[in-house]
């Protein structure tokens, strides 16, 4: 319990870190009320096209070219950034954890093959891969969780290589060798639990990205045509940028303070989680 | 004192920012050098020394300050100098030396370059002076082919040259005083009397008061003038060495130099001569790095053919220098390393052709007890399970390992509720103690102990070496001590080997090694060790603390 | 070895990992939705089954995997790129025609990020704590969290369409014919934005991570060093903090390179910027899956020549490579 505790009192020293806490709180509730706030599909002309904001009551965000609710654009968009920036974060470190810790524990020969795997995947531009693989496998929420996590996972890699390295070397994992402790129960006992806490810090980051890669690619109309998201909400609206401002002005907002709110929270955990390392800069 | 001091502390009391462990890091300290003069601050860990020495170059960390008191040079007290006046003064009057000679010099910048910077901060000189000044010092502390070490960078020169090329920095404008902090501890030990000796012959020839802070009573006696004890940030004794460490009268000075290993090794066990029970014979290992299309690989043979027998109940010592490949061979010898070629024999079985799961399952026989005691315990496994997981993977039942933990702990010297408890909630020594009961759950035969003291204060050591001994006797084992420190090797070892790059250059029993050393490399050695030689208080004085405590 | 061989060396190495691009690439092509020999035949007008198989058969479509990908890597060799069906022109020089305007984007926007990035963070550190920190950090915050198309549309809506200051899309005026110095001075006003945009994420990353660099510089050994020679404050940040702090900040500058050119895409695509990433997402649009590949080919091969600039960059900054291997 007392750990719990320490844990929280450090993570709250860092004011951004409990307003970003707050921040993601909100969008989280938007995202699961949306369907009792906006029990209309967010495709649906509900008004005349062009309502500016506030000109209507109920219509606080005003709506779009074809009188959709831009409203319930945010709302219904919010979840489809949450559940994209998780599960593609979760996918990411699936193949990331196993291959930098393949490259960390076992090293020489299958250290020099797998980084340079993991460094060939570093060097192609990320967002032009994102872009090629959800054009060829047509887009959709799969094959965008997939594009994002293929261009996501290097840095996992090696990062845990790194930290399976310096930790393959420590006395406590060399007396778990001498003790006749099996590979496995040393990756997965001694080492990995050693790991977590930067990996985490590296996941709250990794899930910021991905929703700003998912913006990026629906706003080049590359989004899984049958979801509304923040991307394609402003992607939409550039063509007619001097007459409704608002069109993109409000989803960009909602993915700036999410995307904001994700990074204090990852700044958070870093002081929280690796106290040697956070830095006397406050 | 006949000549007016060069600098005087008075009264220094330095606070810690709220929350640490106590409220002052050093408390009414008072002390004062004379021109010439070499005084030695001897404290263990935390006793303040380190924060005595940067209170007096005004180098301190900004949530530490001084408090009260005053330090006085010239006629100023340096403690109401401004930033401005602090920078006049350093380098000038008042030089440093740090203990860690690898991180302590810039490493993109040539060393030339970082001695004429001394210059250039006090607008000394053109910079071509500058440039020639710094080559006439480098000559002078005595680094090999000057003209080329103006021209190199840190990192192509060993731990001893950048130590003398920081010396040549400090050196640089004549200071009255030289604050030097641990300035030898990170360095080999012949190295650390070349270093030794330098410094004692630049205070011969230049004049300058030196204050010294150390550990080492051992350095304490060989360089020393006058020497301040300090615990808990406070002095406790101070005195001439002579006074000091030959008539220690503070309980606690006493127990210090009580608990220092002296270099001559006690009368010798009487053992029966078991037959051994690991041989080693031409055991070679050679390390590969690098190397790839367009660079050549670094290969260096860190083991040659080193051979070697130890029985029950017996202590082999394994001394050296570090790049003498006495780690490595204890790691080869826990097979932590595969050995290249030679025959390790464990009872008659093969031990260096073992592998995969038959390796795994004989491993417990030969354990090993690691030199830090901070990274030698898994931080996030209670001490229950630090001690149980190794004999449950040996197929132990959990209850029968629990109970054999509880016994061990006890035998350990700690107390039994220290199985519920985190690596982080135990003392350096304390976790020592857990690593040696973590290796003896295992039930081995052969403990390999790899500098397992050498990161304790010198009063712990003692403690931590008198309860492996007793466990060697206890439960006959063959003790294989690794150290760089032959003091502390004298006090257990029943034989000795010397070794130096990758071989052993002498074997012997150890009152044989320490008397009568045959090759010239162990006289060497011994002969580099500080504090020891003639007329050293420092026996006289054990004899007295002895006595005493 | 010295540093031709280091040169050398990541040349070689940059040439490797451009080969295990294309053949990812070809991979791709193949793994790309429809029949390339079908599509071909619709866009000849002429869509029966003989027709297709002679297309197959002129372009070796009926050939194995490995004939193709061999013939494919050939074609690499000697910079063929294959045919854009929709624009009826050789992929490459479509490509080639467009790389001088992406050169220009990216490049400036590199060098701005990077200038600015180390200067803002350095800056913060010295002043850390501070009201000078807390705004560059602030700033620095936002501006990572901030997409990019949508900063790009912004600066469009405050300076192009409020303020009327700075032209929003294109490379230069078009019908205006300007010639030497009053043409570069046009292309320098259209680049403003674009270059401004793609450097801000860059510049944030490069202030955070000089600011935490150096923070954490100032704290080892040497720095003390230098204050107990009685070195004022100003030539230790120089020589000693900055100097030190600034490695981990190119390393960096090197994998970002991806991100750079990446970036480039979104710019382009959202101020009318006539380069390849514009090109990509005009491919993109047509579903020209011969172009969108050529394009992916040459941004990579890019990105492998910013690392090889951040390599060079490396080797001026620290000694310890050109003198150990």
């Known amino acids: ?282 | ?549 | 070895m010295g540093i031709a061989g280091y040169i050398l060396a990541r040349i070689f190495k940059a040439c490797l990992v451009l080969l295990a691009i294309a053949v990812l690439n070809f991979i791709l092509i193949h793994a790309a939705p429809g029949d390339p020999a079908a599509v071909m035949a619709g866009e000849a007008g002429a869509a029966d089954e003989i027709f297709i198989q002679q297309l197959r058969e002129k372009f070796g479509l009926d050939q194995p995997f490995h004939v193709q990908l061999g013939r494919y890597m050939a074609g690499i060799l000697s910079f063929d790129l294959g045919f854009s069906y929709r624009q009826e022109m050789p992929v490459a020089d479509l490509i080639l025609d467009r790389l001088p305007a992406t050169l220009l984007l990216t490049g400036t926007a590199f060098f701005i990020s990077i200038i600015l990035g180390v200067l803002m963070g350095a800056l913060a550190a010295v002043r850390v704590g501070r009201w000078a920190d807390s705004v560059i950090t602030t700033l620095a915050l936002i501006f990572y969290a901030t997409p990019l198309f949508w900063i790009a549309l912004m600066s469009i809506l405050l300076f192009s369409v409020t303020l009327g200051w700075l032209p929003a899309y294109g490379m230069e005026t078009i019908g205006a014919d300007y010639t030497g110095l009053q043409a570069a001075g046009d292309v320098a006003r259209h680049l403003v934005l674009p270059a401004l945009t793609l450097g801000l994420f860059f510049m944030a990353v490069y202030a955070r991570m000089t600011r935490a660099s150096m923070l954490e510089t100032a704290g080892l050994d040497f720095v003390k060093t230098a204050r107990a020679k009685g070195l004022a404050e100003g030539p230790i940040l120089r020589r000693h903090i900055l100097r030190n702090a600034i490695l981990p900040v190119v390393t960096l500058a090197g994998l970002q390179a991806g991100q750079i050119v990446g970036g480039a895409i979104l710019t382009e695509t959202v101020f009318a910027w006539p380069g390849i990433g514009r090109l990509m997402f005009d491919a993109l649009l047509q579903r020209d899956y011969n172009l969108l590949l050529g394009v992916f080919l040459v941004s990579s091969a890019l990105v492998l020549l910013f690392n090889l600039i951040t390599d060079l960059i490396y080797l001026v900054v620290d000694p310890r490579i050109s003198l150990t291997k």
């Open chain 2, 1 to 549: 004192m006949s000549q007016e001091p060069v600098i005087t502390v008075k009264d220094l009391t330095v606070a810690l920012p709220r929350g640490a462990d106590r409220e002052h890091a050093v408390e009414g300290v008072s002390l004062s050098l004379a021109p010439g003069e070499v005084l030695c601050v001897v404290g263990e860990s935390g006793s303040g020394k380190s924060v005595t020495a940067n209170a007096m170059m005004g180098l301190l960390p900004k949530e530490v300050r001084p408090v009260a008191g005053t330090i006085e040079m010239d006629g100023r007290n340096l403690l109401t100098l401004s930033e401005r006046e602090w920078q006049d003064l350093r380098g000038s009057d008042i030089a440093m030396i740090f203990q860690e000679p690898m991180t302590a010099l810039n490493p993109l910048q040539r060393i030339g370059d970082q001695i004429a910077e001394v210059f250039e901060a006090h607008g000394a000189l053109s910079s071509k002076e500058r440039q020639a000044k710094a080559l006439s010092l480098i000559e002078e502390v005595g680094l090999p082919d000057p003209e080329k070490a103006v021209r190199a960078y840190p990192f192509e020169l060993s731990g001893g040259q950048r130590q003398r090329a920081m010396i040549a920095m400090a050196l640089a404008l004549e200071p009255k005083l030289l604050i030097a902090d641990e300035p030898t501890t990170a360095l080999d030990v012949t190295t650390q009397a070349q270093i030794l000796e330098l410094m004692a012959d630049l205070r011969r020839r230049r004049g300058m008061a030196i204050l010294f802070i150390t550990h080492d009573f051992g350095v304490v006696a060989e360089i020393g003038d006058r020497v301040v004890v300090m615990r808990y940030g406070e002095v406790v004794e101070q005195g001439t060495v002579g006074d000091v460490l030959g008539r220690p009268t503070h309980p606690y000075t006493q127990r210090l130099i009580a608990a220092v290993p002296p270099l001559t090794p006690p009368p010798p066990r009487n053992r029966n001569d078991d037959a051994p029970i690991l041989t080693v014979e031409g055991l070679n290992k050679t390390f590969r790095s690098g190397g790839g299309l367009f660079s050549k690989a670094r290969v260096v043979k860190a083991v040659t053919d080193v051979t070697f027998k130890i029985g029950r109940g017996e202590t082999l010592g394994i001394v050296g220098e570090s790049g003498s490949g006495k780690s490595t061979a204890g790691r080869c010898i826990v097979r932590l390393l595969d050995p290249d070629s030679g025959a390790i024999d464990l009872l008659g079985e093969d031990w260096s052709a073992k592998s995969g799961a038959a390796l795994r399952q004989a491993r417990k026989r030969v354990q090993m007890i690691f030199q830090d005691p901070y990274a030698s315990l898994n931080p996030r496994r209670k001490v229950a399970s630090i001690l149980t997981e190794g004999p449950v993977a040996n197929g132990v039942a959990r209850e029968k390992a629990l109970a054999r933990a509880q016994e061990l702990i006890g035998l350990v010297g700690l107390d039994p509720s220290a199985l519920d408890r985190f690596p982080h909630e135990f003392s350096g020594g304390q976790r020592q103690r857990i690593g040696i009961a973590r290796a003896l759950a295992m039930d081995p035969e052969v403990l390999v102990a790899d500098e397992a003291v050498s990161a304790l204060d010198v009063s712990v050591q003692a403690q931590v070496l008198e309860l492996l001994a007793d466990i060697r006797d206890r439960f006959h084992l063959a003790l294989i001590f690794i150290t760089h420190d032959l003091c502390v090797a004298a006090q257990i070892c029943d034989r000795i080997a010397v070794m130096r790059r990758g071989e052993i250059v002498e074997m012997g029993p150890t009152e044989a090694v320490f008397g009568n050393p045959q090759h010239s490399y162990t006289q060497a050695l011994l002969g580099a060790v500080p504090g020891w030689g003639e007329n050293s208080p420092l026996a006289e004085g054990r004899r007295v603390a002895g006595a005493a405590s």
């Open chain 1, 1 to 282: 319990m007392t750990k719990s505790k320490d844990f929280w009192r450090r993570y709250s020293r860092n004011r951004g870190a409990v307003v970003g806490l707050g921040l993601i709180w909100v969008v989280i509730l938007v995202a699961l009320l949306a369907p009792l706030l906006y029990p209309d599909s967010p495709w649906r002309m509900v008004q005349r096209p062009f309502l500016p904001p506030f000109a209507v009551d109920g219509f606080w965000f005003g709506t779009d070219t074809l009188g959709r609710d831009i409203g319930s654009g945010l709302a219904h968009g919010a979840r489809v950034s949450l559940v994209i920036g998780l599960v593609s974060t979760v996918v990411a470190l699936l193949i990331g954890v196993p291959i930098g810790a393949a490259a960390g524990y076992f090293g020489g020969r299958w250290d020099d093959a797998l980084m340079r795997f993991t460094e060939f995947f570093q060097t192609i531009p990320s967002f032009a891969l994102a872009i090629v693989l959800v054009a060829i496998l047509e887009p959709s929420l799969g094959s965008i969780v997939l594009a994002i996590a293929i261009v996501g996972w290097p840095p996992v890699a090696r990062l845990v290589r790194g930290e399976f390295l310096s930790l393959r070397s420590r006395e406590y994992v060399q007396a778990a060798v001498l003790s006749g402790q099996t590979s496995g129960a040393i990756i997965f006992k001694q080492i990995l639990p050693n790991t977590l806490s930067p990996v985490i810090v590296l996941a709250s980051l990794m899930v910021a990205t991905a929703i700003l890669l998912e913006s990026s690619l629906s706003f080049l109309g590359l989004g899984d045509p049958n979801v509304m998201s923040w991307g394609y909400m402003i992607g939409a609206a550039r063509t007619v940028l001097r007459q409704a401002w608002w069109m993109s002005v409000f989803p960009g907002l909602a993915i700036l303070l999410t995307v904001l709110a994700l990074n204090l929270i990852g700044e958070g955990l870093n002081d929280a989680l690796n106290p040697r390392l956070a830095r006397e800069g406050r």
